[in-house]
């Protein structure tokens, strides 16, 4: 009698891999990164709620800042062109203001186009959801799930809470008073400080040309329109290449006007975005044009944060923010938690100005 024979089941034929949904990986999502993305939304959604409130403190209704928030979803640009509608400077000016402060978004979007998916659904829904801090998060990370990971982790969070703030902060008006006090407008500088570091730490020619193009950016600050100087830093990488080889009481009229605005500004931030995904697979980038893509968005990223840390409204900004963000600054570089250094930035700024220091 013959013994019986075990037999494994055949091997499955390998097949294609099945192609990534719009979401992270979970197993790329660690505790660290969702800790990171919790604080920057933490300051994200009181810096909504202040959005919320000075625009319709100034005279806005309600629904500019919540739609703005929505469709155009690019905080500095908001405010910019809130800011120029409080002025008496119209809604073209407004748009054209924005728009200008948001071309940055093209070269953000090209730097991490890859990160964002490969459906045309995640293509589309992420290219809304490019911002500062979500290609600081993504180029921040070593590996491409991680990547991939930070860029929804951080769009997602960052999307919701800056919306809710500012829903909460235009029905709450005026009432909230002003934020500067607790030294937030220090915390986003201090953010963009943390998080281009190690790109910094990494790469000599990057250092070089973010040093390169923070300098212009703020000569050119007091004198051109906002927008400009950030665009002008891109100047730098010629250095890397060489180490590298109106009010609500007007009418009807100017809230037509407003809501046309408010189009205008979404639809061209919008096709700004799109540039990376649409032409990511499409067009085969030179892998020298792929490190000049990655090293100009940092370059961008440290000139807002010197425009950002130095400079309001054109002017110089006082020396409580600067000494702020340089405590965030020397903190990140000593590689203190991210939250230490965030709330760090906040604290120090909140504390010079309690003492009288502008």
Known sequence: MRSAQRTSPPEPEPGPKPEPGPGPSPSAVDAGLLRDVSLVCLAGGIVGVSFGAIAVAGGLPVWVPVVMSLVVYAGSAQF????????????????????????RTAAFSLAVAE??????????AGAHLVTDETVAFTLAQRDPARRRAAFWVSGIGLFTVWN???????????????????????AFPAVLAALVLPALREDAGVRRAA?????????????????????????????????????????????SGT????????????????????????????????????????VLLVALLATGA??????????????????????????????????GAAAATAVLRAAGVP
Request: hydrophobic fraction near 55%; charge should be positive.
């Open 211 to 255: 040093l390169a193009g923070a300098v212009p950016a703020l000569a050119l600050t007091p004198v051109v329109p906002a927008g400009v100087p950030v665009l002008a830093a891109l100047a730098g990488l010629a250095l890397h290449g060489r180490a590298s080889a109106g009010r609500k009481e007007e009418g009807g009229a100017v809230v």
């Open 80 to 103: 910019s062109a809130v800011g120029v509608l409080l002025a008496g400077g119209g809604p073209v000016a407004a748009a054209a203001t924005g728009l200008l402060l948001n071309t």
């Open 259 to 298: 809501a046309v605005m408010v189009l205008a500004l979404a639809v061209g931030t919008y096709a700004f975005r799109l540039v990376g995904p649409v032409l990511h697979g499409r067009v085969e980038l030179p892998d020298r044009v792929r490190v000049l893509l990655s090293a100009g968005a940092v």
């Open 310 to 343: 130095l400079t309001e409204g054109g002017e110089f900004a006082g020396w409580a923010r600067p000494a702020g963000v340089a405590v965030g600054g020397v903190l990140a570089w000593r590689r203190a938690p991210f939250a230490v250094v965030v709330l």
């Open 164 to 186: 809710a703030g500012v829903a909460a902060g235009a029905l709450a008006g005026g009432a909230l008073g002003d934020t500067a006090r607790y030294g937030l407008d220090a």
């Open 115 to 124: 990160h964002i998916g490969r459906t045309r659904l995640a293509r589309l």
